[in-house]
T-cell receptor, first 115, second 112 residues
Framework: DSGVTQTPKHLITATGQRVTLRCSPR?????VYWYQQSLDQGLQFLIQ???????AKGNILERFSAQQFPDLHSELNLSSLELGDSALYFC??????????????FGPGTRLLVL | GEDVEQSLFLSVREGDSSVINCTYT??????LYWYKQEPGAGLQLLTY?????DMKQDQRLTVLLNKKDKHLSLRIADTQTGDSAIYFC????????????FGKGTKLSVKP
């Protein structure tokens, strides 16, 4: 158990809908990262937040947004869902903000299926 | 461009050693990581190596780093059926600000 929690574990929804994925980082970690794992693209970095502020952005679509709250939990919002958004979404956390020298611990993931 | 390469499959017999190889592209990567993903589960950090090291040993795991060739390997000694999983190599280029770049993963199958 990494200490990172994600809810829900599974999510099934329809195209055009909007969903929210939630992540709680390990105790003491200030950075939260979101990754998407799909069969075609593999594991891709989406976005990082550090202590409530956006720190780095990767291949995140404009239909997707995230935020980190004062209690450090984070939410990833996915809107106007398409079939291709079906994937496993991971949250990771680390202590600091300099991601390239930080060890990231991953949650169990949320499996999203868009029908 | 940024690309981490791994072979997709590896099959070994229980008790043998497994060696999973990875090549990365960014020589600025400060740390290189190995993660394990079991079926239906999340990513578990197995080990990592700092870029100024050549080797790191952690119980049954040995990581070798060849910076000149940008080659990373993970050796699992005395491989067990419980080691069957997908193993991901990841690099963290300096300046990426948190962007872990993953390989596609190597699926390790351990036969009894």
């Amino acid at each position: 158990d990494s200490g990172v929690t994600q809810t829900p574990k599974h999510l099934i929804t329809a195209t055009g809908q909007r969903v929210t994925l939630r992540c709680s980082p390990r105790s003491g970690d200030l950075s939260v990262y979101w990754y998407q794992q799909s069969l075609d693209q593999g594991l891709q970095f989406l976005i990082q937040y550090y202590n409530g502020e956006e720190r780095a952005k990767g291949n995140i679509l404009e239909r997707f947004s995230a935020q980190q709250f004062p209690d450090l939990h984070s939410e990833l919002n996915l809107s106007s869902l398409e079939l291709g958004d079906s994937a496993l979404y991971f949250c990771a956390s680390s202590v600091g903000k300099t991601g390239s020298s930080e060890t990231q611990y991953f949650g169990p993931g949320t499996r999203l299926l868009v029908l | 461009g940024e690309d981490v390469e791994q072979s997709l499959f590896l099959s070994v017999r229980e008790g043998d050693s497994s060696v999973i190889n990875c090549t990365y592209t960014d020589s600025s990567s400060t740390y290189l990581y190995w993660y394990k993903q079991e079926p239906g589960a999340g990513l578990q950090l197995l080990t990592y190596i700092f870029s100024n090291m050549d080797m790191k040993q952690d119980q049954r795991l040995t990581v070798l780093l060849n910076k000149k060739d940008k080659h990373l390997s993970l050796r699992i000694a005395d491989t067990q059926t419980g080691d069957s999983a997908i193993y991901f190599c990841a690099e963290s280029p300096w300046g990426s600000q948190g962007n872990l770049i993953f390989g596609k993963g190597t699926k390790l199958s351990v036969k009894p």
